[in-house]
């Protein structure tokens, strides 16, 4: 899906919502927020259809003037219908602004991260255990194999600890 300015003609913020472009005028006459230019923000556009639209008067009608128990389940079902539409292009909207991100894309990339920090913790007990062993004129292997089992152990450790452990990052 390409990703889609903030504001949209009244065609393209029709078919967002699921209406017809003769239904949004209608609606603008009744107050939806329309821009100078004669485009509908579409934050905006959305938020003033969930507040504002009667459930009753959508798609240019609703329930029979004739109260029955059918009709009445029937305006409910078209009522929860409209929320339902008006809440998927709100989050697909929210989406294409980059607010919000899969589940299994943001697993992905914690985890490529955490397996990259690692593998650079390791490497710096490869790089450092010879400098270290010639600084202090140790064995070079005991020394490494010090450094390494340490690293491990704090590594392991950090993997312990619950990710709620490390705050929210600010």
Not at 109 to 134: G, S
Request: glycine fraction near 8%.
């Amino acid at each position: 899906m390409t990703k889609l300015d903030s504001a949209e003609t009244k065609t393209a913020f029709a078919a967002r919502v699921g209406l017809t472009k003769g239904r949004i005028s209608q609606l603008v006459a009744e107050g939806l927020p329309v821009r100078a230019d004669g485009q509908i923000d579409v934050a905006v556009g959305l938020a003033w259809i969930e507040d504002n639209l009667d459930p009753a008067r959508r798609n240019k009608g609703g329930a029979t003037s004739a109260p029955t128990r059918v009709s009445t389940t029937l305006a409910e079902a078209k009522r929860l219908h409209e929320i339902v539409k008006v809440q998927r292009a709100k989050l697909a909207f929210e989406k294409e602004q980059g607010l919000l991100v899969e589940t299994a894309a943001a697993t992905r990339t914690v985890f490529a991260r955490a397996r990259a920090e690692r593998d650079a913790h390791m490497a710096w007990v490869q790089r450092t255990a010879p400098l270290l062993a010639a600084e202090l004129g140790a064995d070079p292997r005991a020394t490494f194999a010090a450094l390494d089992r340490m690293m491990r152990e704090h590594l392991e450790q950090l993997a312990d600890l619950p990710l709620g452990s490390f705050g929210d990052g600010a």
